[in-house]
């Protein structure tokens, strides 16, 4: 049984990162943290699609 497939992971990230770009567009910069090897892992792929769209830190 496939929860998510590629396609629609890549869409809850890009969700994901809008989201948090919005709740933080005052702000200068934008810390991510994920905890050990998944929440890292997860944190990087949400950093890697807002170097994309936003100049933040």
């Known amino acids: 049984m496939e929860v998510l497939n590629h396609y629609q992971i890549k869409q809850k990230i890009q969700r994901l990162s809008y989201e948090i770009l919005e709740n933080n567009l ?5 810390i991510l943290a994920g905890i050990n090897k998944n929440g890292f892992g997860f944190a990087h792929l949400i950093y890697n699609f807002l170097i994309t769209i936003t100049n933040k830190k």
């Open 26 to 30: 005052d702000e200068q910069e934008i």
